[in-house]
Protein backbone atom coordinates (compact mmCIF):
# COMPACT_ATOMS: atom_id res chain seq x y z
CA UNK A 1 0.00 0.00 0.00
CA UNK A 2 3.20 2.27 0.55
CA UNK A 3 3.96 1.96 -2.79
CA UNK A 4 0.26 3.25 -4.00
CA UNK A 5 0.53 6.08 -1.77
CA UNK A 6 4.37 7.77 -2.98
CA UNK A 7 2.33 7.33 -7.06
CA UNK A 8 -0.29 9.37 -5.66
CA UNK A 9 0.51 12.53 -7.63
CA UNK A 10 1.12 10.98 -11.00
CA UNK A 11 -2.54 8.86 -10.82
CA UNK A 12 -4.30 12.29 -9.92
CA UNK A 13 -2.36 13.76 -13.06
CA UNK A 14 -3.31 11.22 -15.11
CA UNK A 15 -7.02 11.24 -14.39
CA UNK A 16 -7.37 15.33 -14.19
CA UNK A 17 -5.03 16.37 -16.73
CA UNK A 18 -4.22 13.52 -19.04
CA UNK A 19 -8.02 14.53 -21.18
CA UNK A 20 -7.13 18.39 -21.32
CA UNK A 21 -3.09 17.80 -22.27
CA UNK A 22 -3.34 16.45 -25.77
CA UNK A 23 -0.58 13.96 -24.51
CA UNK A 24 0.35 11.69 -27.90
CA UNK A 25 2.80 9.29 -25.76
CA UNK A 26 2.87 7.47 -22.16
CA UNK A 27 5.78 5.64 -21.04
CA UNK A 28 7.27 3.27 -18.31
CA UNK A 29 11.11 3.26 -17.72
CA UNK A 30 12.70 0.81 -15.02
CA UNK A 31 16.66 0.88 -14.08
CA UNK A 32 19.45 1.58 -11.83
CA UNK A 33 19.96 5.23 -10.04
CA UNK A 34 22.76 6.34 -8.08
CA UNK A 35 22.45 8.91 -5.53
CA UNK A 36 24.25 11.07 -3.59
CA UNK A 37 22.34 13.04 -0.89
CA UNK A 38 23.47 15.68 1.95
CA UNK A 39 21.96 17.49 4.71
CA UNK A 40 22.03 16.76 8.58
CA UNK A 41 23.67 13.73 7.37
CA UNK A 42 25.22 11.72 3.88
CA UNK A 43 23.69 9.16 2.03
CA UNK A 44 25.04 7.46 -0.62
CA UNK A 45 22.66 4.90 -2.28
CA UNK A 46 22.64 2.98 -5.81
CA UNK A 47 19.91 0.13 -6.93
CA UNK A 48 18.55 -1.41 -9.33
CA UNK A 49 14.46 -0.32 -8.66
CA UNK A 50 14.82 3.05 -10.17
CA UNK A 51 11.23 3.64 -12.30
CA UNK A 52 9.65 6.80 -14.25
CA UNK A 53 6.13 7.04 -15.61
CA UNK A 54 6.36 10.06 -18.56
CA UNK A 55 3.73 11.45 -20.86
CA UNK A 56 5.35 14.00 -23.69
CA UNK A 57 3.59 16.39 -25.74
CA UNK A 58 4.67 17.63 -29.17
CA UNK A 59 6.32 21.20 -29.24
CA UNK A 60 7.62 22.55 -32.16
CA UNK A 61 8.98 19.72 -35.20
CA UNK A 62 12.27 18.71 -33.49
CA UNK A 63 10.60 19.15 -30.15
CA UNK A 64 8.60 17.32 -26.81
CA UNK A 65 7.77 18.62 -23.60
CA UNK A 66 7.64 16.11 -20.76
CA UNK A 67 6.10 15.66 -17.81
CA UNK A 68 7.20 12.51 -15.52
CA UNK A 69 7.28 10.83 -12.27
CA UNK A 70 9.92 9.35 -10.50
CA UNK A 71 10.04 6.65 -8.15
CA UNK A 72 13.56 5.39 -6.90
CA UNK A 73 14.42 2.63 -4.08
CA UNK A 74 17.10 2.15 -2.22
CA UNK A 75 15.77 -1.84 -2.19
CA UNK A 76 14.33 -4.00 -5.09
CA UNK A 77 10.28 -4.08 -4.85
CA UNK A 78 10.44 -0.84 -3.70
CA UNK A 79 11.43 -1.53 -0.38
CA UNK A 80 14.17 0.39 1.68
CA UNK A 81 14.34 4.01 1.40
CA UNK A 82 12.71 5.87 -1.58
CA UNK A 83 13.36 9.20 -3.58
CA UNK A 84 10.81 10.43 -5.75
CA UNK A 85 8.96 13.45 -7.00
CA UNK A 86 7.82 15.34 -10.59
CA UNK A 87 10.35 16.50 -13.51
CA UNK A 88 9.37 18.94 -16.01
CA UNK A 89 11.46 19.53 -19.21
CA UNK A 90 12.27 19.32 -22.72
CA UNK A 91 13.21 17.04 -25.59
CA UNK A 92 15.23 17.75 -28.88
CA UNK A 93 15.86 15.24 -31.47
CA UNK A 94 18.55 16.99 -33.32
CA UNK A 95 18.17 14.73 -36.35
CA UNK A 96 14.88 13.33 -36.69
CA UNK A 97 11.47 14.82 -35.78
CA UNK A 98 10.19 14.38 -32.30
CA UNK A 99 6.99 12.41 -34.05
CA UNK A 100 6.51 9.99 -37.01
CA UNK A 101 4.73 12.08 -39.83
CA UNK A 102 1.12 11.97 -40.89
CA UNK A 103 0.19 12.76 -44.42
CA UNK A 104 -4.16 12.56 -45.28
CA UNK A 105 -5.17 13.07 -48.73
CA UNK A 106 -9.07 12.67 -50.04
CA UNK A 107 -9.60 9.55 -47.01
CA UNK A 108 -6.46 8.00 -47.82
CA UNK A 109 -3.65 8.56 -44.79
CA UNK A 110 0.15 7.60 -45.17
CA UNK A 111 2.42 7.69 -42.13
CA UNK A 112 6.71 7.49 -42.00
CA UNK A 113 8.39 7.06 -39.28
CA UNK A 114 11.95 7.03 -37.94
CA UNK A 115 13.36 3.74 -36.80
CA UNK A 116 15.96 5.64 -34.42
CA UNK A 117 15.28 9.11 -32.93
CA UNK A 118 17.94 10.27 -30.63
CA UNK A 119 17.57 13.34 -28.37
CA UNK A 120 19.15 15.48 -25.52
CA UNK A 121 16.85 17.16 -22.86
CA UNK A 122 16.55 19.99 -20.22
CA UNK A 123 14.51 19.35 -17.40
CA UNK A 124 13.65 20.43 -13.79
CA UNK A 125 13.14 17.57 -11.03
CA UNK A 126 11.57 18.01 -7.55
CA UNK A 127 12.91 15.08 -5.22
CA UNK A 128 11.54 14.09 -1.67
CA UNK A 129 13.90 11.76 0.16
CA UNK A 130 12.85 10.03 2.90
CA UNK A 131 16.66 9.18 4.48
CA UNK A 132 17.60 12.54 4.91
CA UNK A 133 14.08 13.90 5.51
CA UNK A 134 14.55 16.65 3.27
CA UNK A 135 13.34 17.94 -0.27
CA UNK A 136 15.34 18.88 -3.17
CA UNK A 137 14.65 20.77 -6.46
CA UNK A 138 17.45 21.60 -9.57
CA UNK A 139 18.40 21.10 -13.07
CA UNK A 140 19.39 18.20 -15.03
CA UNK A 141 19.99 16.65 -18.68
CA UNK A 142 18.74 14.00 -20.33
CA UNK A 143 20.29 11.88 -23.21
CA UNK A 144 18.05 8.82 -24.96
CA UNK A 145 16.75 7.14 -27.71
CA UNK A 146 13.64 5.52 -29.07
CA UNK A 147 13.40 2.70 -31.01
CA UNK A 148 10.89 1.25 -33.25
CA UNK A 149 9.21 -1.84 -31.70
CA UNK A 150 5.76 -2.32 -33.31
CA UNK A 151 2.75 -0.29 -34.39
CA UNK A 152 2.01 2.33 -32.01
CA UNK A 153 5.15 0.82 -29.72
CA UNK A 154 8.86 1.92 -29.30
CA UNK A 155 11.56 1.29 -26.85
CA UNK A 156 13.54 3.34 -24.87
CA UNK A 157 16.87 3.89 -23.59
CA UNK A 158 17.61 7.50 -21.37
CA UNK A 159 20.65 8.52 -19.05
CA UNK A 160 19.41 11.41 -16.97
CA UNK A 161 21.44 13.64 -14.53
CA UNK A 162 20.40 15.93 -12.28
CA UNK A 163 22.15 18.61 -9.73
CA UNK A 164 19.24 19.40 -6.83
CA UNK A 165 19.67 21.15 -3.82
CA UNK A 166 17.70 22.00 -0.62
CA UNK A 167 17.27 23.78 2.55
CA UNK A 168 20.30 24.55 4.77
CA UNK A 169 22.57 24.15 2.18
CA UNK A 170 22.13 20.86 1.03
CA UNK A 171 22.73 18.67 -1.91
CA UNK A 172 21.72 15.80 -3.91
CA UNK A 173 22.92 14.24 -7.06
CA UNK A 174 20.71 11.75 -8.91
CA UNK A 175 21.64 9.47 -12.09
CA UNK A 176 19.70 6.98 -13.46
CA UNK A 177 19.91 4.58 -15.93
CA UNK A 178 16.47 3.41 -17.52
CA UNK A 179 14.98 1.11 -20.38
CA UNK A 180 11.22 0.64 -20.73
CA UNK A 181 8.64 1.34 -23.40
CA UNK A 182 6.98 4.16 -25.36
CA UNK A 183 2.81 3.82 -25.75
CA UNK A 184 2.19 6.51 -28.18
CA UNK A 185 -2.07 7.21 -28.03
Known amino acids: MKILYRW ?3 YL ?3 FM ?4 NATKISYSYGFFALT ?3 S ?3 SV ?3 SASNIMVTQPFKEKAQLFLSYTLNSSGIGYTG ?3 YGLDVGVHYFPWTNAEDNTITSDGVSVSTRTDVKSYVGLGMAQRQFQSVRNSFSGLGFHIGQERYWKENVDWKIEFRYYQLNGSSQ ?3 TEMNLLAGLVFKI
Open 8 to 10: KFF
Open 13 to 15: FLV
Open 18 to 21: LPYA
Open 37 to 39: AKA
Open 41 to 43: KSV
Open 46 to 48: SSP
Open 81 to 83: DLE
Open 170 to 172: STA
